[in-house]
């Protein structure tokens, strides 16, 4: 968080000239399937890195930049960079993976806000199977209405869409049923929370999995740090995982690094039957 007034105003006249002189990158965090043991999409994480102060971390600016309304350019600039580096690796021979965006809550209040990306997809050539969309639990409280129609719109269009940070709010379960997502992210909280992966948690984890697994969702567990908890998500069928005991978010080049090693051994496999 922001600490005092002096670095927000610092903050706010920095950004336009960071998203020039190009102090603003795409990471990317893989996410791993651990039945298949291969990767099986990623996340994309915004990072500032200033010349002088180093890397910012998002948690300090995003939630600055939701309230000023810059978060829309940052979020369609990262987007952009998003479709620009599947391109690139189409067009190289790699395939690649499924990539979710996080999609802030300021742009509900534009009605067509999802046609600038449908538009940069196009542009990019990028296929909609490769695009997932990210959108919180705070989102999808205060706009229901207008988020059953941005959902159907990411459907025709092709592409997924995730329910982020799910567990951390209060209406999630009535959000299962009113909200066709594809994909359930297991908020953090469950396996880092204050008295850590306790007996409570690993119940409330069992019951979630256990819906979802009823609703026919996919379920990804977020912020995984430590092999125990991996072995209890094993136990509880829960197949996908991001979180660093598998991959910290890393810049395009690492990332591409990777993909491009599992779609080589992908292609050798077809190849050798
Ligand atoms: P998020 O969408 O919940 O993203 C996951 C955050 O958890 C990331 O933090 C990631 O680095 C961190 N994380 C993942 N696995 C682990 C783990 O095992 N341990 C720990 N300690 N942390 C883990 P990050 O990159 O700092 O992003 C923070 C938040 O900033 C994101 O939370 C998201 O809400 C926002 N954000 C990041 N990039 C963008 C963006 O391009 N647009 C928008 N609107 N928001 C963004
Ligand atoms: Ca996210
Ligand atoms: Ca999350």
Redesign the pocket.
């Known amino acids: 968080m922001v600490k005092n007034d002096a670095e927000i105003v610092d903050i706010e006249q920095r950004q336009d000239v960071a998203l020039k002189e190009n102090q603003l990158h ?2 990317y ?1 893989l996410k791993r399937n651990i039945f298949k043991d291969n990767w099986c999409g990623s ?5 500032w890195i200033d010349p002088i102060k180093g890397m910012i ?3 300090k600016f ?1 939630p600055l ?2 309230k000023n309304g810059f ?1 829309i350019k ?2 369609l ?3 952009e960079n998003v479709c620009k580096n599947i391109s690139r690796m189409i067009d190289d021979g790699i395939t690649p993976l499924r990539v979710s ?4 809550r ?1 742009h509900l209040m534009h009605k067509n806000f999802l046609d600038e990306y449908f538009k940069l997809m196009k542009k990019y050539n990028v296929p909609p199977k490769y695009i997932e969309f ?1 959108l ?1 639990e705070s989102l999808v409280m205060e706009n229901s209405e207008i988020l059953v129609e941005i959902i159907n719109q990411i459907h025709k269009f092709g592409c997924t869409c995730s329910i ?2 799910f567990g951390s709010g209060y209406s999630s379960l009535n959000m299962l049923k009113e909200f066709d997502f594809d994909v359930i ?1 297991l ?2 909280v469950f ?2 929370g204050s008295n850590g992966f306790d007996d409570k948690a690993k119940k409330i984890v069992h019951s979630v999995i256990e819906l979802c697994h009823t609703l026919n969702k996919t379920i990804v567990a ?4 430590n092999k125990e908890i991996v072995n209890y998500l094993k136990k509880e069928k829960c197949a996908i995982i ?4 598998f991959s ?2 890393v810049p395009y080049e690492d990332y591409m690094t990777q993909v491009k090693k599992q779609s080589e051994e992908e292609k050798n496999k077809i190849n050798d039957k």
Do not use: M
């Not at 996340?43 to 990072?47: C, F, G, K, S, T």
């Not at 991001?242 to 005991?245: A, D, L, P, R, S």
């Open positions: 795409v990471f965090q996340e994309a994480l915004i990072r971390s998002p948690g995003i930049f939701e978060v940052l979020d600039f990262a987007f965006v996080n999609v802030s300021s990210e919180t982020d940070d992210k908020d953090q396996f880092r977020e912020g995984v740090e991001q979180g660093y005991y910290k978010p």
